[in-house]
């Protein structure tokens, strides 16, 4: 295939990068921040900053005393904590950071104590006032009225007594706030699918290619799939062969049948299951039209059959996207384990789909098999058991320190998993909790890298044969291997794609790869998995976490363990982060076709 060009955001104007480097420079902030600068605000940043300072904010990693520095600078006595600037820049802040970690949505009172906590004096009126700016929208939750500004203010009212009578029982109300473009995805999410509800052709027989199906749960998802147009999936790594099932069955029928997997690694696997390579696409590659079958005269995707895998990993954003490319009549299946970690971009769609109860569910019953299959699926239920493992399919390694982990991770990948599973060390991929830290990703890449492939890293820190990690937008990690350099920039394989990284882009999008957190590991499998838990790692463990982790080899597992007792202590006691966000109470909100009918 021809190497694909990794995407560029659109290059800033030298007069643009100068201006705002001037603006930068007057007020003591990093020339360095001027291209980030350029991209959040665009070509008028130099205007907008020497306006309103504290759009500096909207710079990633720019925290708020940092653009009070600038503002300081730059407005001297014409500035303080209540200016209405600033608290409609830390109401936009305070909800991106929400946004990092899914949320689409925020209590109001999570929002007016995050501005109290900044020295703002009146926080309801500062959020009052970004509402009526537009920084941010006003939802209400429960109740019958439509949210008002005023609900939104600090007036010492809680949002559960806002009916007007108390002798009145009502519903406790909940004010949320969020950013537009999240409120915009989640009320577009929702009106596509209950479209795809709503306009599919029930009477399809499938009851023949049902009966041909490989196992029971197979079966039922295609019965299942015959007679609505938006179907979920629920089971573990064994039950992706139902999907693979129904793809085979509905292109037997002579339907456009399709599967999107997030991954390359998962696009090719369902690619073997289904036995027709053309059939399996990444959710990305289907969307940009670099897989798949492209779109018809009217703009919609050519198909009649979706079924969107490792679904669990869709934010918001891209589900909205996805749906809204679907064609009336279409049919979409969303599968994927629900025990996985979420997805990288804000919201939580395949947990609000299956909560809303809006469209038939299919649970699998199909066990992952093996030592491995039988230790993720009890974490799955928070239990941390021990298995018999004859053929060494799961190690524990204990460890004393980070140092001793980093030391026999590489032992590992580099001889112990070699030598007893003849699996070389390519085909075996290290995870663990966070990129900082004694061993964390970057510690652990550089050690890997001395061991494995030694080098100058002459080509902007890397040599050919690196693993690496290309994230060439925010969310999305690809795994590749380094081929080489030229005038056209970073050169790799990403699972037998070849994708050109510009040079300009490398040092911001590309890292070693020997060792991935596992939110990047999401979605793939590997041969082998080394799963480091050194004791600096105990905080950010979570029963999703350690169920993703452990669920990413094939054949073997080690886990490299010295956080005593907080692994067991993670699986039965911390469960997913919960995530505010609105898409469920919007779908149980829709009529059902019954109801429309």
């Known amino acids: 295939p021809a190497p694909q060009a990794a995407p560029a955001p659109q290059a800033a104007s030298p007069e643009a990068l100068d201006a705002v480097r001037a603006v930068l420079v007057e007020g003591g902030a990093p020339e360095a921040l001027a291209s980030p600068a350029v991209g959040a605000l665009g070509e008028p940043a130099a205007e907008l900053l020497r306006t309103d300072p504290w759009q500096l904010l909207a710079v990633p990693g720019v925290r708020p005393e940092q653009a009070d520095g600038f503002a300081r600078a730059l407005l001297g006595a ?24 899914g949320h689409t949505a925020l209590d109001a009172e999570a929002v007016r104590a995050a501005l109290a906590e900044r020295a703002v004096s009146d926080p309801g009126a500062a959020v009052r006032e970004a509402v009526e700016e537009g920084v941010a929208l006003l939802f209400q939750e429960g109740g019958d009225e439509e949210p008002d500004e005023t609900e939104a203010d600090a007036d010492g009212t809680d949002e559960g007594d806002l009916a007007p009578d108390a002798d009145t029982p009502r519903e406790p109300v909940r004010i949320l706030l969020g950013l537009d473009r999240y409120a915009l995805a989640e009320e577009s999410l929702a009106d596509g699918l209950a479209r795809l509800v709503n306009t599919c052709e029930k009477a399809a027989d ?13 079966a039922e998802l295609i019965r299942t799939t015959a007679a609505a147009g938006l179907v979920t999936h629920s089971g573990g790594e064994a039950a992706r062969a139902e999907p693979a099932a129904l793809i085979a069955a509905a292109r037997g029928l002579g339907l456009r049948a399709f599967g999107a997997a997030h991954s390359e690694d998962g696009r090719r696997r369902l690619a073997e299951a289904v036995g027709e390579p053309d059939t399996a696409v990444t959710l990305v590659g289907l969307l940009s039209g670099a897989q798949g079958p492209g779109r018809d005269e009217d703009g919609a995707l050519a198909l009649d059959l979706l079924v969107v895998l490792d679904a669990p990993q869709l934010d918001v954003e891209g589900a909205a996207v996805l749906v809204e490319a679907l064609a009336d009549g279409a049919r979409l299946v969303l599968s994927g384990d629900p025990g996985v970690l979420g997805s990288a971009g804000a919201g939580r769609v395949f947990a609000d789909v299956l909560a809303a ?4 569910q299919v649970v699998s019953r199909t066990p992952d098999p093996g030592p491995i299959g039988e230790l993720v699926s009890g974490i799955g239920i928070g239990e941390l058991n021990q298995v018999d493992t004859p053929g060494k399919e799961v190690v524990i390694v204990p460890v004393r320190d980070a140092g001793e982990a980093v030391h026999r991770t590489v032992q590992l990948v580099a001889d112990s998993v070699p030598r007893a599973f003849s699996i070389p060390a390519d085909e075996t991929q290290v995870i663990t909790v966070g990129h900082g830290g004694a061993a964390g990703t970057r510690v652990l890449n550089e050690a890997l890298k001395q061991r494995l492939n030694p080098g100058p890293g002459r080509f902007g820190g890397f040599d050919p044969g690196d693993r690496v990690v290309h994230v060439p937008a925010p969310g999305r990690a690809v795994p590749g291997v380094v081929r080489f350099a030229d005038a056209e920039g970073l050169h790799l394989d990403c699972g037998g794609v070849p994708v050109v990284v510009p040079q300009e882009r490398v040092e911001p999008s590309v890292r070693h790869g020997w060792a991935l957190s596992a939110h990047q590991a999401a979605g793939m499998r590997w041969p082998a998995a080394v799963v480091v838990l050194p004791g600096d790692a105990a905080q950010g463990l979570s029963r999703p976490w350690v169920y993703t982790a452990f669920g990413r080899g094939e054949r073997h597992l080690s886990v490299v363990h010295g956080v005593d007792q907080a692994l067991s202590h993670a699986v039965a006691q911390v469960p997913a982060q919960e995530r505010t966000t609105r898409l469920r109470p919007l779908l149980e909100a829709l009529p059902t076709p019954d109801a429309a009918s």
């Open 78 to 101: 014409d500035c303080g904590p209540d200016d209405g600037r600033r608290t409609a820049a830390l109401v936009g802040w305070v909800l991106e950071r929400a946004a990092l970690q």
């Open 206 to 218: 499938w009851a023949e290619a049902a009966a041909a199906a490989p196992s029971p749960s197979a």
């Open 357 to 360: 109860r809006t469209c038939p």
